[in-house]
T-cell receptor
Framework: NAGVMQNPRHLVRRRGQEARLRCSPM?????VYWYRQLPEEGLKFMVY????????ESGMPKERFSAEFPKEGPSILRIQQVVRGDSAAYFC?????????????FGQGTRLTVV | AQKVTQAQTEISVVEKEDVTLDCVYE???????LFWYKQPPSGELVFLIR??????QNEISGRYSWNFQKSTSSFNFTITASQVVDSAVYFC????????????FGSGTRLSIRP
């Protein structure tokens, strides 16, 4: 039973390019959460999605960032026109039902470096 | 407002010493969950424990133990007979019933175990 799978593990982008980060939740999990960890900091909540729905995006930057969780396939976190400040580790978590209180399993993260 | 404070930024001890990592939280909810995660140098997030607000019993798992005290809003983590492999950043975190989609992380404590 595979855990939460994130790819790529490492991603390098030049300023102005787009970054696409993928997250496949654990089998049977229909709730996905994205977190960002800036260097030397704790994780900060970005967005919570269910299949085809964004439930809570209160932590998402207003511009350039978007997330989706289609009916089929992984959840995607998309960053357009990346800047150096977007360099961070992006973690995805999934849970079988609503709320991380049940049990949230984290992926290994995608480390984005913007050069 | 919900908040998690880990006042110890870095701790360094010699192998085999006991070490306690402090965690203080703030929440107005009566139902909430507390977590500890370990982030080793490889970067992934390793789940250690989840404790709900109704269960104040202390927990022991091998060399790890947790002391939950509602009266002082603290959820401290002790490693007994520390080992070099315990070197990592440790995060305390909080999730409340009213905002079940979010885990609020502390800023982390970097623990270094010297041989």
């Amino acid at each position: 039973n595979a855990g939460v799978m994130q790819n790529p593990r490492h991603l390098v982008r030049r300023r102005g390019q787009e970054a696409r980060l993928r997250c496949s939740p654990m089998k049977g999990h229909s709730h996905v959460y994205w977190y960002r960890q800036l260097p030397e900091e704790g994780l900060k909540f970005m967005v919570y999605l269910q299949k085809e729905n964004i439930i809570d995006e209160s932590g998402m930057p207003k511009e350039r960032f978007s997330a989706e969780f289609p009916k089929e396939g992984p959840s995607i976190l998309r960053i357009q026109q990346v800047v150096r400040g977007d360099s961070a580790a992006y973690f995805c978590a999934s849970s079988p039902v609503s709320g991380v209180n049940t049990e949230a399993f984290f992926g290994q993260g995608t480390r984005l470096t913007v050069v | 407002a919900q908040k998690v404070t880990q006042a110890q930024t870095e701790i360094s001890v010699v192998e085999k010493e006991d070490v306690t990592l402090d965690c203080v939280y703030e929440t107005r909810d009566t139902t909430y969950y507390l977590f500890w995660y370990k982030q080793p140098p490889s970067g992934e997030l390793v789940f250690l424990i989840r404790r709900n607000s109704f269960d104040e019993q202390n927990e022991i798992s091998g060399r790890y133990s947790w002391n939950f005290q509602k009266s002082t809003s603290s959820f401290n983590f002790t490693i007994t007979a520390s080992q070099v492999v315990d070197s990592a950043v440790y995060f305390c975190a909080l999730s409340s019933h009213s905002s079940a989609s979010k885990i609020i992380f502390g800023s982390g404590t970097r623990l270094s175990i010297r041989p």
